[in-house]
């Protein structure tokens, strides 16, 4: 952006943007080249634009199956790196014998046996429980095994006390994700739905992700909606996960509920080739979600409804024509609601939102970060190499 | 307060505070006095406070079997006026044959003969419904028989176009009135629950009423709790409401549902005397409160859970010592969510609502709000006493 269209956007004076602008080119987080102006043939003009490597950020993506990873620029989407699917398959509820423990203080050589990037500003991490935002305490991952760990200390530990690291729920992250570079771009009140195992949602009040009072807010998989139904893996009865997470759609489909990805990949394609049992467990599921959308729209009024993770994969996989009029035609839609079903890819969604969510103190205020960060780098660089290479 | 307390609270300049107070006292919403300083013995001194009277208005509450009207002053509680309850009891469901119409395009004396107030700025309505917020359309309030109801347009012919109406859902207005006046004053994030036939909800976001996009959000009798339940009032299948609301309550002490508040009287004073009938509805009931509670607290996160209306009598009627417990015992407590009983009373709170709310544009810009008033204000007067005297 040239220096004129920044005090025409601003307001501000031309000399305050000189300052500002000379500031965060000095610290690296804005480049200057030549652009030329858009519908225009005049010559280019000088222009900033954010450095993409300016900061960079780690970003994980902890599910039931699978762990991810990426770096991120603060200007750029982030990069995943091949992810390495886990050997084991989908944990089936009832076989908590020997809880897993969070291995992040025992850190262990990356695939490839390199560091992932040398500059990291943040870590952001996205898990499949319930999180608790101050500290990153992961007070219930049931589909993970885990309870009151403490995620966010144990990787302080392991990364120096001079790293940012924010720890949140994936569903919310997708939600801020989808907000930031997805399809609810400049929606106002926005719910993120997100299934997978385990069913999440991020909920954005006025364009900000809104998480109750500690941070636990959005767990829509965990609001009850059949008396008559089975126990959730959180110890509740009937609540709306049991219904419409990946485990009763194997069920309901006449698959194991260990097979994992796999086994719902085969059920999707089955779907697609028309195949009875699979479809009548999706009418099934739907009918579910149609459910619990309702009283979700009811007491939020949302102007977006985003779908992600195993809803995306479930409604691109169906072979009618009105994909997901089995969904919304159940439910009364109220003025000024909508849903949408073109989210960010499952796998993409929860990293883009822990980059985002890691390099929020860099994007809120520049110039503090600027000054915080010129002390603590190279303790940090050699803390993370520590730990990553 | 005086003017260097003012000075204090405000930061603003002793010049900046006199021009101020000078222009609130000259459009008679301040007056000046003088106070003794709290913890000094010293003489008084100068000081202004809001003048009671300066700002004065109307506050309806549209409920099933009653309707109730205060004048309420900028810095009063609202003062009600004796409501004329209902002959007709609770409506039952079903009787749906002719729907009730709005009739305030017809109006009629009230009880006294005579005129309310004179001087009101603003119209404030609590309605037992679901209501648009931009225009105060009720699109549906079941259980007073009312569908796609225009109130908002209704009142603005029958008082003139220069008077300020607004109309809420009274369980909304319910909550803004615990967070203005109540127990919920200086809790963030507070969800409001308010039972009676019908259940509704408020729900307040860094302090500030949020009712999602259109205004419909907050119906938090409309979450769907039991597939094997009864239909709603509203045409879905075992919303919240048909589990917690007061004709299931009545039902389910073999009391009948047509019975109205007399009857609801009986069943409290039946379980204050330990009948078992009364008191296995009680629990029967507070387990579906429970149920719901649970998933509210689990997609909301609030700091602070008051429950108002119907459900404060039942709490107060149980002859148990520890009262709220076979509610709040059975959901998972959160960090940071608790829930209150020392809500206002059933008949205060919606009235307390309403006025604050048509008070709001007087409150957010008083400086604005006295110089549009200048103009209108003799030919809203008019309007005003046309209708209600």
Redesign the interface.
């Known amino acids: 952006m040239s220096r004129p269209a920044l005090v025409g956007r601003t307001g501000l004076t031309r000399s305050a943007i000189r300052g500002l602008i000379g500031e965060l080119v000095a610290g690296g987080l804005v480049s200057e080249g030549r652009a030329r102006p858009p519908r225009h043939a005049g010559p280019a003009v000088p222009a900033r634009a954010p450095e993409p490597q300016g900061a960079v950020v780690l970003a994980f993506d902890i599910e039931v199956d699978s762990l991810a990873v990426a770096g991120s620029g603060s200007a750029a989407r982030p990069r995943p790196r091949p992810s390495r699917p886990a050997a084991r398959p989908l944990q089936p509820r009832g076989d908590r014998r020997r809880p897993r423990r969070a291995r992040l203080d025992d850190p262990r050589p990356t695939a490839d046996g390199g560091r992932l990037i040398g500059d990291e500003v943040g870590v952001g991490v996205a898990v499949a429980g319930v999180v608790?935002r101050a500290d990153g305490l992961v007070?219930m991952a049931p589909n993970l095994g885990w309870k009151d760990e403490p995620l966010g200390a144990r990787l302080a530990n392991a990364l120096g006390d001079d790293v940012p690291i924010a720890v949140a729920n994936e569903a919310e992250l997708g939600g801020l994700a989808e907000a930031r570079r997805g399809v609810a771009r400049g929606a106002?009140?926005v719910l993120f739905i997100s299934g997978e195992v385990g069913v999440g949602?991020g909920?954005l009040?006025d364009g900000r992700p809104?998480?109750?009072?500690?941070?636990?807010?959005?767990?829509?998989g965990?609001?009850?909606?059949?008396?008559?139904g089975r126990t959730c893996s959180c110890?509740?009865l009937g609540c709306w996960e049991t219904e419409v997470g990946a485990l009763s759609l194997l069920r309901r489909a006449g698959r194991s509920e260990r097979g994992g990805r796999l086994e719902m990949d085969a059920l999707l394609r089955g779907a697609a080739a028309g195949e009875p049992d699979a479809l009548g467990a999706l009418e099934e599921t739907g009918r579910w979600i149609g459910?619990?959308l309702?009283?979700?729209v009811?007491?939020?009024?949302?102007?977006l409804v985003v779908f992600g993770g195993l809803f995306q994969r479930v409604i691109h996989s169906s072979p009618r024509s009105s994909r997901p009029s089995w969904i919304v035609g159940r439910y009364?839609r109220?003025?000024?609601?909508s849903a949408s079903w073109r989210a960010l890819s499952e796998a993409e969604a929860p990293l883009i939102g822990a980059a985002e969510l890691a390099l929020e103190p860099v994007l809120a205020d520049p110039s503090a970060w600027l000054r915080r960060s010129a002390d603590s780098s190279e303790t940090r660089k050699l803390a993370v190499r520590r730990v990553v290479a």
Chains 1, 2 share one sequence.
């Open positions: 608790r007070s106002d009140h949602g909920l009040v809104f998480a109750g009072v500690a941070g636990y807010g959005g767990e829509v965990h609001f009850p909606v059949n008396p008559a110890g509740s459910i619990g309702a009283g979700l009811n007491v939020l009024n949302p102007s009364r109220l003025d000024g609601s």
